[in-house]
């Protein structure tokens, strides 16, 4: 990263970075937001939310109408109206296949773009938002898809890490949530991938990016961005993968990092 470095874009990840997994928002942090803004910076949420739940944050940080990046980078699409500017999709037969062989007692979920998700049965509440039909898996399954969710309630989130090496790479993404959760998404496609897609309509280069999160889905981004920046509280090959270091997000590690740039205490 150059000493001269000052963002022009920031990108965002929601959960453990934004807000709290309990989906609390900090003051704090929408305050040390809306200074961003107020600077004439790009704000980009970068997600593995579906649209209704990153509408949610978006509302309540009240940002302007821009792009966001959704699905692990596998949806870009304009905020307001919304109005998607890329999807990528994949065949989630053989990997939903595989995994409910290694995990029968597994709920499979897929995004349905803008709306919210098709079920194999209902999540535990409030974990996914939008528009939620329960499918038989031949349904869900039937066509191709942006994303995929493998949800156990009664595991563990290491349980999740040996079924994601159990199934492998064979043309798709792998990303294990803090619980039991895996996200499957299209090969070669990150929030890395999605934040170019609206860099090159910005026209923002990468190394112009500050980009901050927690999860093993933001990996690529932090790499990727001329500053990447993990919370406190992400795991060591998280961290590993920063330049930099912020408190957790029970802290208000995204503002700390933001009042860096933009002000504020």
């Not at 970075?17 to 961003?36: A, C, E, F, K, M």
């Not at 191709?144 to 790479?169: H, K, N, Q, W």
């Not at 070669?188 to 927690?214: H, M, P, T």
């Not at 270091?245 to 029970?250: F, G």
Request: with cysteine; charged share 25%.
């Amino acid at each position: 990263m150059s000493n001269a470095f000052r963002p022009r874009l920031v990108a965002l990840d929601i959960d453990g970075t934004v807000v709290g997994h309990d989906n609390s928002l900090s003051p704090r942090i929408r305050d040390s937001v809306r200074r961003v803004i107020d600077a004439g910076v790009h704000v980009v949420i970068s997600t593995g939310r579906s649209w209704p739940g990153t509408f949610e944050v978006i509302d309540r940080l009240d940002l302007p109408p821009g792009l966001a990046v959704m699905s692990n980078g596998a949806v870009v699409a304009a905020t307001d109206p919304f109005d998607v500017v890329r999807q990528v999709t994949f065949d989630a037969r053989a990997v939903v296949e595989s995994a409910l062989a290694l995990h029968p007692d597994a709920i499979v979920a897929v995004e349905d773009v803008g709306l919210g998700y098709r079920v194999s049965r209902q999540f535990p509440d409030g974990e996914i938002t939008g528009t939620i039909t329960v499918q038989t898996i031949e349904e869900l399954v039937a066509r191709p898809v942006t994303r995929v969710i493998i949800r156990d309630p009664a595991a563990e989130s290491d349980d999740f890490e040996t079924l994601a090496a159990a199934l492998g790479y064979h043309g798709v993404e792998y990303f294990v949530g803090w619980t039991a959760w895996l996200d499957i998404a299209p090969r070669n496609v990150s929030k890395a991938d999605g934040l170019r897609v609206v860099c090159e309509q910005l026209g923002v280069d990468a190394a112009e990016v500050l980009a901050i999160g927690d999860g093993s889905n933001d990996i690529e981004m932090l790499r990727w961005a001329g500053r990447g920046v993990a919370m406190g509280q992400a795991p060591a090959p998280v961290r590993a993968a920063a330049d930099a270091v912020t408190a957790s997000v029970d802290a208000d590690g995204l503002a700390h990092e933001l009042d860096r740039w933009f002000g504020g205490r």
